[in-house]
């Protein structure tokens, strides 16, 4: 009587003739925070449509795994599906209940808890990993210092490391350090700096850093045979809550700034490449261009580079801005300031780089300009015995220097220069090329056109870059200054 009681329940419990049954349940029903758990639901039925899941209990799904299931057992067939979510929760949450069609039917799971807890350190672990700052409270703007140290007892027959990077929200990262590596004779050792910047003021999470490990291990088949395997070792740092204050200043650190031309003197027309840097350790990345004021000239400035590194004192970045002016006459190149708060000195600072003088030479000027030239008259002395001599080798090279005239005149007249002018075309051509850029420039910002065409001028002539533009583009351009 026993056993047809049992038999009958199988079959209204698995037929799915009848009804459809769903189960969920958590993979592991505590979960060490950082590390990963699954749901699994199981689904009874022939027909399942699966509802659009993307969080479970409010935290991002991080796979999806299915598998199907028959089984006859004493005659009774049950078939199904089933779902793995994987998702990594970080705090206590809990799972609403899900609904899926099954044959036509609406099933609904039941509400899960998630239970969290933190994870436990232990010296005699032969791995461990840890976070660290230098402090735990900064100002915003401020270089954040983040190391993460990996240790490893030695020996361990490891075959695979697996690593996941700390991170948390509202945090910049400007750089990182290369993996260093190095060891004693008990203990090995990997580390990396990374280097952040807070984007606002309150509490900030750092979630943990996770190394998974795979060693060596040795497996006995069903036929009692050993065989190589890998055994995984999952691992959890610390995590680090920092407070962020208000600044006095938009910029946090310690710079340095500085100017330079590649020339101080120039010709009436002449571009003068100009140099700004700062550099230091600070929230370069806030750094706008600058501008130049000036009441006579033109500005050309290009946009800014920032170069950021890890180095043994912490962080540099340099900050590279490009300045092309083209004068009329003398100036002086006024300095550049920086304004900013050192946490260490506590006190605001603020720098400038010194202002240059830019001395102007007119071109009439200067083609006037005459060389000067060393004549040696020989004395009567050396003149006496030789004067008919030289006199010989004057007419001489007076006679070759004018038949060569001669014959150089005539094999340009008949040969395919004259008639293709290709020297005086790329002289006039390099001349026209500089006047239409100073006629632009002025214009260069009141229309995008202008400021095209000027880009492209001023790369060809004072940066010697292959551009193509032709010559009625150039002619529009210049249309629209009138």
Do not use: C
Not at 48 to 69: H, M
Not at 182 to 194: A, H, L, P, R, V
Not at 268 to 294: P, R
Not at 329 to 358: A, C, G, H, M, R
């Amino acid at each position: 009587m026993k056993h047809l009681i049992k038999s009958i329940f199988l079959a209204l419990l698995f037929s799915q003739n009848i009804f459809a049954t769903i189960i969920a349940k958590l993979d592991r029903p505590v979960t060490i925070r950082g590390t990963e758990n699954s749901l699994v639901i199981t689904i009874y039925g022939d027909d399942i449509e699966t509802p659009n899941i993307s969080k479970i209990g409010g935290f991002k799904i991080l796979g999806v795994s299915t598998e199907n299931f028959y089984n006859n057992i004493n005659g009774v067939i049950t078939q199904g599906q089933k779902f793995h979510y994987s998702f990594m929760p970080d705090k206590n949450s809990t799972i609403e209940p899900l609904t899926f069609k099954v044959d036509g039917v609406y099933e609904t799971t039941d509400e899960i808890l998630i239970l969290v807890v933190k994870p436990s350190f232990n010296s005699e672990d032969p791995f461990t990993v840890q976070i660290s700052t230098d402090k735990n409270e900064y100002l915003i703007g401020e270089t954040i210092k983040l190391k993460v140290k990996y240790k490893e007892k030695l020996p361990q027959d490891v075959v695979d490391r697996r690593y996941t990077e700390p991170s948390g929200d509202n945090l910049w990262l400007k750089a990182k350090s290369k993996v260093r590596e190095s060891q004693n004779g008990t203990d090995y050792f990997i580390e990396i700096t990374y280097l952040f910047t807070a984007q606002k003021v309150g509490k900030i999470d750092i979630s943990s850093a996770k190394m998974k490990i795979g060693t060596r291990a040795k497996r006995r088949d069903s036929w009692g045979m050993f065989f190589e395997s890998t055994k995984w070792h999952s691992i959890i740092s610390n995590s680090i809550k920092l407070n962020i204050l208000n600044s006095p200043t938009k910029f946090v650190g310690d710079f340095d700034i500085s100017s330079t031309v590649d020339k101080n003197r120039v010709i009436s027309g002449e571009a003068v490449n100009l140099f700004l840097t700062i550099s230091g350790d600070g929230n370069l990345e806030d750094l706008e261009s600058f501008g130049i004021n000036m009441q006579s000239g033109v500005v050309y400035d290009e946009k800014p580079t920032l170069e950021n590194s890890v180095t043994s004192d912490g962080y540099s970045g340099l900050f590279t801005q490009k300045f092309a002016i083209i004068l009329d006459e003398n100036i002086t190149i006024p300095s550049f300031e920086i304004k900013y708060y050192d946490p260490n000195l506590k006190k605001i600072i603020v720098k400038k780089s010194k202002p240059i003088q830019i001395i102007v030479d007119n071109i009439d000027q200067k083609s006037v300009q005459t060389e000067k030239l060393n004549v040696i008259k020989s004395s009567d002395e050396v003149l006496g015995s030789n004067s008919q001599f030289q006199t010989f080798n004057i007419y001489l090279v007076s006679g070759v220097s004018f038949l060569g005239g001669v014959l150089f005149t005539l094999l340009f007249i008949y040969s395919p220069f004259k008639r293709f002018k290709i020297w005086k075309r790329l002289r006039d051509l390099a001349n026209r090329d500089r006047e239409s850029l100073k006629k632009l420039l002025p214009y260069m910002y009141k229309d995008k056109m202008i400021l095209d065409i000027a880009e492209k001028l001023e790369k060809r002539v004072y940066k010697n870059v292959k551009v193509k533009i032709s010559r009625n583009e150039i002619k529009e351009a210049l249309k629209k200054l009138n």
